[in-house]
């Protein structure tokens, strides 16, 4: 039986294909026309359009904060990604969806009635941050406790797992986005210039950063200006954007700090051995595992490919699938082993 394990993010879309790997990684941006609701297209075509669509269609994100906003489009989406990926015709697979250790029982059913538009044959789910311990090269049943921070687009779900289960977690919406947005602000303020979302991403991925780069880095940027509305260009430098970043980043050590408070004794004395393991696309901002470290007093790890590390995690499970319930059924909260 063809399985597919999936990570629907805020920002990107990833699908595992048992026996073949990673075989999509597109946006989830679907543009959708204004007065009929029809779609027109799906992934990365959709994505080039954000900040840029005529006044008949709408780019929009169906996944926001790690929850699904709209299971109709959501489902399209991944009916069309599904196809992409060479799923399709009368060909039904299973499908494994990773979602957030603090989803509600309502979200969980738009992620499986996603799932099954999308042509899925069954759904299960698996809580992301055991996805991530496992895709990062971490024992998930071993009994010692391991803490993971997975940085999204939308959300940054931080949890305390051991024996293959979420001990306790937390979740903050500073993410990716909020990251963004910092960005935007920043340059709106300091450069009376008016960016999109896009721009600012680009801005934070090349030159962005919570630490110093120890070397002159700099970017041009074309935006609008805020004053008069005209065309305008400015030069950015690195070191600007730190503080707006780091003010971000503080958002999630305080979760992190709260949710180590809270936790048990002796799994909080295993993170002096197990340490940190950073995950998602986030964790690529530069400097931000040095200053975690710095201020945890904790070894952090940050994998070859963090953004691959949820789904990665989901091979394990593929195999296994024809085993498990259907329905809402979170596997992690089984506490059954992932091997």
């Given at each position: 039986m063809l399985a597919y394990g999936m990570d629907l993010g805020t920002s990107s879309v990833l699908l595992y294909r048992q026996g073949k790997g990673i075989v999509l990684r597109e946006p989830s941006v679907v543009a959708v026309r204004r007065r009929s609701g029809q779609v027109v297209s799906v992934g990365q075509q959709a994505h080039d359009l954000l900040g840029r669509t005529p006044?008949?269609?709408?780019?929009?994100?169906?996944?926001?904060?790690?929850?699904?906003?709209?299971?109709?489009?959501?489902?399209?989406?991944?009916?069309?990604?599904?196809?992409?990926?060479?799923?399709?015709?009368?060909?039904?697979?299973?499908?494994?969806?990773?979602?957030?250790?603090?989803?509600?029982?309502?979200?969980?059913?738009?992620?499986?009635?996603?799932?099954?538009?999308?042509?899925?044959?069954?759904?299960?789910?698996?809580?992301?941050?055991?996805?991530?311990?496992?895709?990062?090269?971490?024992?998930?049943?071993?009994?010692?406790?391991?803490?993971?921070?997975?940085?999204?687009?939308?959300?940054?779900?931080?949890?305390l797992i051991s024996m293959g289960a979420v001990v306790c977690a937390a979740s903050v919406r500073t993410a990716g986005d909020s990251c963004d947005s910092a960005v935007q602000a920043l340059l709106r303020e300091q450069h009376d210039l008016h960016i999109g979302l896009p721009t600012a991403e680009r801005i934070k991925c090349e030159i962005g950063g919570v630490l110093p780069r120890g070397e002159q880095c700099s970017m041009v940027v074309r935006g609008r200006r805020v004053s008069d509305g005209l065309p305008a260009c400015v030069t950015v430098?690195?070191?600007?954007?730190?503080?707006?970043?780091?003010?971000?980043?503080?958002?999630?050590?305080?979760?992190?700090?709260?949710?180590?408070?809270?936790?048990?004794?002796?799994?909080?004395?295993?993170?002096?051995?197990?340490?940190?393991?950073?995950?998602?696309?986030?964790?690529?901002?530069?400097?931000?595992?040095?200053?975690?470290s710095e201020q945890l007093g904790l070894e952090t790890h940050i994998p070859e490919e963090p953004e691959t590390c949820v789904v990665q995690g989901t091979s394990r499970l593929l195999g296994g699938l024809r085993r498990m319930h259907d329905g809402t059924l979170n596997l992690a909260r089984r506490r059954q082993g992932i091997v």
């Open positions: 006044e008949d269609l709408l780019a929009v994100r169906p996944v926001r904060g790690g929850v699904i906003t709209d299971c109709e489009i959501t489902g399209v989406m991944a009916r069309v990604l599904l196809k992409k990926a060479g799923c399709g015709g009368m060909l039904r697979p299973n499908l494994l969806i990773c979602v957030p250790p603090l989803v509600s029982e309502l979200e969980e059913r738009a992620v499986i009635d996603a799932g099954i538009q999308a042509g899925a044959a069954r759904v299960c789910l698996m809580e992301q941050p055991v996805a991530a311990a496992v895709g990062a090269g971490v024992d998930p049943n071993s009994p010692k406790g391991t803490l993971v921070v997975d940085i999204g687009g939308g959300t940054t779900d931080i949890a430098e690195a070191d600007e954007l730190i503080p707006a970043l780091r003010g971000q980043t503080e958002d999630i050590l305080a979760a992190i700090c709260g949710l180590i408070e809270t936790a048990p004794p002796e799994l909080v004395g295993d993170l002096t051995e197990t340490g940190l393991v950073l995950a998602g696309g986030g964790a690529r901002l530069f400097g931000i595992d040095r200053y975690l």
